[in-house]
């Protein structure tokens, strides 16, 4: 997160515990809860040897909600020292466009995977072929080359920043802090935001527009089944994506006609950055809710078992008999880490 804001962060008396707590529970509970999801990809693709398209988008997501929440802890250091930075100026620099970076990447992967849903939804047929792993990665790959363009900037120009009593802080010291300013929030705001939304939401009003008007042939029923479960879940990641980012780019756009921020304003603020973080850590529990699937497949990767029982009914003489397969062995291949489709819906 950028601290463009620095009249908020700075002068603010932060020596009340209760932001950090709240902090330090966001973090804690993102940390453990995106650690889960990686593994639990991991483990299915170590073995099945494959993923899916969702699979590909959700670990990329994770990996990337993990990067930022392991920025937080620098954000509580400052809020309990009074906004003062004591990692030197390098660290400065590369927390701060990590954070950055972290939060681009997640908005443009949350729109890559809205067109995706709209390619399997809308074009079922027409783009199988297109829509593959191997391509989905080339659209990550392309995901994080774009998004080291756009925080370019801040990789000029944080720094640290000096601070009365001869400490310092660490900030995005602009040339011409009033224009700069500005021009570089609105530069965020569309970029890492406005555009992104727009996308969505158009894209799925097209979705919902297909489902409720399409008279064609329909893909057989499972397929339909597991595209909508996965359509479902992309909804939800993305509303509460946005639903937590709102608060902290309006007050973004608010502050650049406030001159002196009042604490409520600056509280205000902090709240909206601990929601965005938030937002890091609740996508891991909306898999768990959205998703049987996952479920079963995070029981399996935390408590394995070596052996499986499986009882076949004789066709002979009535009785049953018991025998051990391996694990992972017979496992059906409509399993995914979400319902998907069998090859990469």
């Keep these: 997160m950028v601290y463009v804001l620095n009249s908020v962060f700075y002068g603010t008396p932060h020596s009340s515990a209760v932001l950090p707590v709240i902090f330090g529970i966001i973090c804690f509970l993102g940390i453990m809860g995106n ?3 990686i593994y639990t990809i991991m483990k299915k693709t170590k073995c099945h040897g494959k993923q899916t398209v969702p699979d590909i988008f959700i670990l990329n997501l994770s990996i990337v909600d993990l990067l930022f929440l392991l920025g937080m802890p620098f954000l509580i250091h400052q809020l309990l020292g009074n906004g003062t930075w004591h990692f ?9 466009a990590l954070d950055s970076n972290s939060q681009i990447v997640s908005t443009y ?10 390619l399997a939804t809308v074009h079922p047929i027409r783009f199988n072929s297109v829509r593959t792993p191997y391509l989905a990665a080339l659209v990550i790959g392309l995901v994080w080359g774009l998004s080291f363009l756009t925080i370019i900037p ?9 601070l009365p009593d001869g400490l310092v802080a660490c900030a995005l010291l602009l040339p011409d802090p009033v224009t700069d300013t500005y021009w570089f929030t609105l530069y965020q705001f569309f970029l890492a935001f406005a555009i992104p939304l727009g996308i969505i939401c158009l894209v799925f009003f097209r979705i919902l527009q297909h489902m409720s008007t399409s008279v064609a042939p329909l893909p057989p029923r499972s397929l339909r089944v597991r595209t909508r479960k996965v359509t ?13 980012w709102a608060p902290y780019y309006i007050l973004q756009l608010v502050h650049l006609g406030v001159n002196q921020p009042s604490p409520a304003f600056s509280y205000a603020y902090y709240i909206a950055i601990s929601m965005g973080y938030a937002n890091s850590s609740i996508n891991p529990f909306l898999y768990i809710i959205l998703s049987e699937t996952f ?3 995070f029981f399996s ?9 499986r009882v076949n009914p004789s066709n002979t003489d009535g009785s049953v008999s018991v025998r051990m397969i391996p694990e992972g062995a017979q496992q059906d291949p409509s399993e995914d880490l979400i319902p998907s489709r069998a090859v990469s819906q």
């Design 35 to 37: 650690c889960i999801v």
């Design 88 to 96: 030197g100026g390098v660290m400065c620099t590369l927390i701060t």
């Design 109 to 118: 992967i949350l729109t890559a995977m809205t067109l995706d849903r709209y």
């Design 154 to 162: 801040v990789l000029m120009y944080t720094g640290l920043m000096s």
């Design 232 to 244: 479902r879940m992309a909804v939800a990641i993305c509303s509460a994506f946005f639903i937590c």
């Design 295 to 297: 479920k079963r497949r």
């Design 301 to 309: 990767a935390v408590c394995p078992t070596n052996r499986k029982f």
